[in-house]
Nanobody, 114 residues
Framework: QVQLAESGGGLVQAGGSLRLSCEAS????????MAWYRQAPGKQGEWVAT???????GYTDSAKGRFTISTDNAKNTVYLQMNNLKPEDTAVYYC????????WGQGTKVTVSS
């Protein structure tokens, strides 16, 4: 019932910044939690950040102090501001919306060069 569209990925040098966006459409009133995940080449998927109406934002340890998750409810959009990027941040980043189930976007690729 929820469709997600990520954007904002690209190629950036180490130490640079990117801002990922995820726009939701469909029955968005049922969304309780939004999250970002990433999957590096040849690696298992990894949770990155979560935001909800009931709790404070949460981050994986490697993202703390560098990444910020936020929302713009008027635009039905969740963001991931990524600062001080490192080569190990290279991955495809996926947006997730949680209702009674989890819906996923198609991903946006982030490549960080050293």
């Amino acid at each position: 019932q929820v469709q997600l569209a990520e954007s904002g990925g690209g190629l950036v040098q180490a130490g640079g910044s990117l801002r990922l966006s995820c726009e939701a459409s469909g029955v968005i009133v049922s969304i309780n939690t939004m999250a970002w995940y990433r999957q590096a080449p040849g690696k298992q998927g990894e949770w990155v950040a979560t935001i909800s109406r009931a709790t404070m934002p949460g981050y994986t340890d490697s993202a703390k102090g560098r990444f910020t998750i936020s929302t713009d409810n008027a635009k039905n959009t969740v963001y991931l501001q990524m600062n001080n990027l490192k080569p190990e941040d290279t991955a495809v980043y996926y947006c997730q919306a949680q209702t009674w189930r989890a819906d996923w976007g198609q991903g946006t690729k982030v490549t960080v060069s050293s």
